[in-house]
């Protein structure tokens, strides 16, 4: 297998988003930092006023009924990234980002379900002492994807 940046994707999403504004932010981010599709799991938006850019009718969009529906739909070979402050998970400094993967950011009120934290491949948080705004949390995990570092892993 040929192992170059046509091999590789992300795609990004929130868990039952609470706010259409945070979505909006997140799907203009998507477009302008290589997410190859973006989704939502469970209640909520699609096109928002603040997706300034139009990414909802630029990239993929996806929506599933809740976690099952969205787990069973993973594209083949991506590793599930949950994005999650919780003691277990990696500091996003010295995450080594799958190449092939897909980001969940949980509610801003709630964060991922456990259903979510339990089934993700790799659990990765910042260094904040507070929960960020999903938007800005999903916006730096992307940014820090797109540095250019010797630091990515190949996924099953």
Not at 23 to 45: C, H, P
Not at 85 to 110: I, W
Request: charged share 25%; proline share 3%.
């Amino acid at each position: 297998m040929v192992d170059n940046f046509e091999n590789e994707f992300f795609g990004i999403g929130i868990q039952n988003g609470k706010t259409p504004e945070n979505l909006g932010v997140l799907w203009r981010s998507a477009q302008n930092l290589g997410a190859s599709f973006i989704f939502t799991i469970g209640n909520r938006y699609a096109k928002q006023a603040c997706d300034t850019h139009n990414a909802i009718k630029a990239m993929p969009y996806f929506h599933y009924s809740d976690f099952e529906d969205f787990y069973r739909h993973l594209p083949k070979g991506a590793m599930l990234v949950g994005v999650e402050l919780t003691e277990s998970a990696e500091a996003l400094e010295a995450f080594q980002h799958p190449k092939r993967c897909v980001y969940l950011l949980g509610a801003e009120d709630h964060g991922l379900s456990k259903e979510a934290i339990d089934r993700s491949h790799f659990l990765i948080k910042f260094k904040s002492e507070l929960s960020l705004n999903v938007a800005v949390a999903g916006s730096i995990v992307m940014y820090d994807r797109g540095i250019e570092k010797p630091r990515f892993i190949k996924s099953t």
